[in-house]
């Protein structure tokens, strides 16, 4: 791995240099726009609107579009005068549960490795964050932002997640929040039920992108010259008419699938028992006052 940025975590009067490395990496596959018919590269050209010229790298900077169209220019001289504090620190702001910190706030993930002479303060710092079973809230600025982010410890190596700012989560305003949708206790009981046949230790290994993988098989197709079969489609299940019935099916299934036998098709969502068919779906709507 190579860093990608060099810096110290602040601690009270303890500062640990620190290298910054991505702890993640997609693995799309990926491509390049090509002209179908002879697959030469497509290029793109950088040109001014105004003028129509083509325009140099060095000669490109930033706009800040007003609502009234004009454009404010900005400069590199403007964006190095701007106040970054943590420009070359991650400031540790407290320690908190990390349970209290909800999941939609992290942004990216960054593994933190100890400079030589930093490796004492950095196993003493991990060790006691560690025992504490807290993290810790930091400060950083990367790229030129300014982030919130979290330290906690995974193998022995401090990760540095990013965090959105509170103002950059959208509030899910939805109609369904202010209907009173009435749902029965055995649908209720019957839905955890199947929460606990599913249930087991969660292990990432036993997951794979299949749709990668088919991609891969395609291209690898292509350049061997062989056919390209392309792979059956599974059918979609409509939106369950009969709830009560949907689940207990589901359940059934998740059943023989865990002792290893073949699940059956679940037949159960495509439409209601006789005896229920005249029932409508029981569903309130709260009155505005």
């Avoid at 702890?23 to 491509?31: G, I, L, N, P, R």
């Avoid at 620190?89 to 930093?118: C, H, N, T, W």
Wanted: glycine residues 6%; aromatic residues 8%.
């Amino acid at each position: 791995m190579r860093s990608i940025w060099k810096g110290a975590i602040s601690f009270g009067l303890v500062t640990i240099p620190v290298k910054l490395y991505s702890a993640t990496e997609q693995k799309d596959v990926s491509f390049h726009q090509v002209h179908r018919e002879d697959g030469g590269r497509i290029r793109y050209k950088r040109v001014c609107t105004l003028d129509g010229e083509e325009v140099p790298y060095a000669d490109i900077a930033k706009g800040y579009e007003l609502a009234s169209g004009e454009m404010v220019v900005l400069t590199d001289e403007d964006f190095e005068g701007l106040p970054l504090s943590t420009s070359r620190r991650i400031d540790v702001l407290q320690f908190a549960p990390a349970e209290q910190i909800d999941p939609i706030y992290f942004a990216k993930s960054y593994y933190l490795e100890p400079d030589a002479q930093g490796a004492k303060p950095y196993v003493l710092l991990r060790n006691a964050l560690e025992s504490s079973g807290q993290v810790a809230v930091v400060k950083v600025a990367l790229r030129q932002r300014e982030s919130l982010a979290t330290l906690r410890v995974r193998d022995g190596v401090f990760v540095l997640e990013t965090m959105l700012w509170p103002d950059e989560i959208r509030t899910p305003d939805f109609g369904f929040l202010e209907e009173d949708i009435e749902v029965r206790a055995q649908e209720l009981k019957m839905a955890e039920s199947l929460i606990t046949t599913m249930e087991s230790d969660f292990d990432p290994s036993e997951y794979h992108d299949t749709y990668r993988e088919a991609l891969q098989q395609v291209i690898e197709a292509k350049v061997a010259g062989k056919e390209v079969v392309p792979a059956q489609e599974e059918e979609e299940a409509g939106p369950a008419v009969d709830l009560m019935a949907a689940l207990r099916a589901s359940v059934e299934a998740a059943k023989r699938e865990r002792e290893g036998a073949p699940a059956k098709p679940k037949k159960a969502a495509a439409g209601k028992p006789k005896s229920e068919e005249k029932t409508p779906a029981k569903r309130k709507t709260r009155k505005s006052a």
